[in-house]
């Protein structure tokens, strides 16, 4: 019954954008959870830089760091115009502890993961209230 009630009311046609606007919320949620968790209980490590690698903005640095385990990872710095370290310098990173891949080279600022929260919810609050509007009638 419900299924021929959204047929008929033309608003079947909008489940997919309500779907993928509430998909790409959470995806956006987790990249921001990712990136206050770093910030939260980051743990501060020294690393040695293995590699410069360039990108459009600049020039990045590759570093290799060790855990309090004993594994290996490697982060990848934001591009700036000048490196930061020459291959063989010491870089220190900030890693969460829980998930030892999610890390980064300081300055650590706050501003990526704000922005990721806030486009969860802009993106997720138009989602879930299509969605509501598709399943109230």
């Known amino acids: 019954m419900a299924s ?9 046609y909008f489940l997919p954008h309500a779907l993928v606007l509430v998909v790409g919320s959470g995806a956006l949620g987790f990249l921001a959870q990712r990136a206050f968790a770093v910030r939260a209980r980051g ?9 410069h690698t360039f990108a459009k903005d600049g020039v990045a640095v590759i570093v290799r760091y060790e855990v309090a385990s004993g ?15 020459r291959v063989g310098d010491p870089v220190d990173v900030v890693y969460d502890p ?4 999610n890390a980064e080279v300081p300055p650590i600022g706050y501003g990526m993961a704000v922005m990721l929260s806030v486009l969860a919810l802009v993106v997720g609050v138009p989602g879930l209230v299509l969605l ?3 399943v109230g009638g």
């Open 43 to 51: 743990v501060r490590v020294a690393g040695v830089c293995v590699r």
């Open 132 to 134: 509501g509007w598709i």
């Open 71 to 85: 594994e290996k990872f490697t982060c990848l710095s934001r591009p700036a115009a000048v490196a930061c370290a």
């Open 98 to 101: 829980r998930r030892p891949k």
């Open 4 to 12: 021929a009630y959204l047929a008929a009311s033309g608003s079947a």
